[in-house]
């Protein structure tokens, strides 16, 4: 349920205030109406909202944390917290599964992590399943039918090389179709990348610019060569950019690791700031966020988006 700290008459202060986003939305919010859950950072004239999970060092969720437990700097200075809230909202989500040869051996327990994520599933959610290898292919597109990822997921096979950051690619765009505020990816892969047509640095700049979480889940890799460490360190680059963070894991930890993404994304803080004056001038404003644990807990770690571009009129 709703936890709100002040937020809606933040927010509501601002309302007479131009909204601008880091991606353009398919439908306006009215004004006076904002929509404060989402997951991307949005920018109004006199707020910035930033959505931020927190972990323990055993990568477990962490809630029930408060407003005093959280600092927040924009390029450096750090900026009063004007709101703050955590919510469950309706999530998008899209399974992006690798199945070529490598990853013969994972493949049953990538099932079952789907289907451990589908137990959770809220009748307003939305999903879909893309699976590469060669090439990715959209193999479910978004749907509230959870059965029929649940069908194809069974009939998974494995064969072929790893198109890593064009399955991306497609995940985002797919993505852009759901009018859910709440977006997030979950990549599961043994990290190698070989067989893309996108380059790294366009996948960087298209997740820059989104807002899409992007959970990877490295499934025993990092053994195979120079292709496979150089795809965990872009998968671990991508997941923290979006705000989201890396798992690496056995294949048969995968329907626990489905269960830790699935608390987290459900119980998302959001930390409302004004940002400090400055240009229109489109250029990249980097966030931090920090956490004080409260007494008697051990040191915690938060993920954020990294930082948003400011308006340019």
């Known amino acids: 349920m709703s936890r709100i700290g002040g937020i809606g008459a933040v927010l509501l202060a601002v309302a007479a205030f131009a909204q601008v986003e880091i991606t353009p939305r398919t439908k306006p919010v009215p004004p006076g109406a904002p929509q404060a859950g989402r997951s991307r950072i949005r920018v109004d004239s006199h707020l910035v909202l930033v959505p931020?999970?927190?972990?323990?060092?055993?990568?477990?969720?962490?809630?029930?944390?408060?407003?005093?437990?959280?600092?927040?700097?924009?390029?450096?200075?750090?900026?009063p917290i004007a709101a703050f809230s955590s919510e469950d909202e309706p999530?998008?989500?899209?399974?992006?599964?690798?199945?070529?040869?490598?990853?013969h051996y994972a493949i049953p327990e990538g099932r079952h992590a789907a289907?451990?994520?589908?137990?959770?599933?809220?009748?307003?959610?939305?999903?879909?399943?893309?699976?590469?290898?060669?090439?990715?292919?959209?193999?479910v597109p978004l749907t509230a039918d959870t059965s029929q990822i649940d069908t194809e997921v069974l009939f998974t096979k494995s064969a072929g090389s790893t198109a890593l950051i064009d399955a991306l690619y497609m995940g985002i765009h797919e993505m852009k179709k759901s009018k859910i505020g709440k977006k997030a990816l979950i990549l599961?892969?043994?990290?190698?990348?070989?067989?893309?047509?996108?380059?790294?640095?366009?996948?960087?700049?298209?997740?820059?610019?989104?807002?899409?979480?992007?959970?990877?889940?490295?499934?025993?890799?990092?053994?195979?060569g120079?292709?496979?460490?150089?795809?965990?360190?872009?998968?671990?680059?991508?997941?923290?950019?979006?705000?989201?963070?890396?798992?690496?894991?056995?294949?048969?930890?995968?329907?626990?690791?489905?269960?830790?993404?699935?608390?987290?994304?459900?119980?998302?803080?959001?930390?409302?700031?004004?940002?400090?004056?400055?240009?229109?001038?489109?250029?990249?404003?980097?966030?931090?966020?920090?956490?004080?644990?409260?007494?008697?807990?051990p040191k915690l770690r938060a993920h954020w988006r990294s930082g948003y571009y400011a308006p340019t009129h």
Do not use: W
């Not at 323990?56 to 900026?79: C, H, M, S, W």
């Not at 803080?269 to 980097?286: E, F, N, Q, W």
């Open 226 to 297: 120079s292709d496979q460490m150089s795809g965990q360190a872009l998968m671990k680059e991508i997941s923290e950019t979006s705000g989201a963070h890396m798992f690496e894991t056995s294949a048969y930890e995968l329907p626990d690791i489905a269960q830790k993404i699935c608390i987290e994304l459900r119980n998302r803080y959001l930390i409302a700031y004004v940002p400090p004056d400055s240009p229109r001038d489109g250029r990249y404003h980097r966030i931090e966020v920090k956490v004080v644990p409260p007494r008697g807990l």
């Open 52 to 79: 931020v999970s927190v972990n323990d060092e055993y990568n477990r969720p962490i809630t029930g944390l408060e407003k005093e437990n959280f600092r927040v700097f924009e390029d450096k200075a750090e900026q």
């Open 91 to 103: 999530i998008a989500l899209g399974f992006i599964f690798d199945t070529s040869g490598s990853m």
């Open 188 to 224: 599961i892969s043994d990290d190698g990348e070989n067989n893309s047509r996108y380059t790294p640095s366009e996948i960087r700049k298209i997740v820059r610019e989104s807002d899409v979480l992007i959970y990877s889940v490295v499934v025993g890799g990092g053994y195979g």
């Open 115 to 139: 289907a451990e994520f589908l137990k959770l599933a809220d009748p307003k959610d939305e999903f879909f399943l893309v699976e590469f290898s060669d090439r990715p292919r959209l193999v």
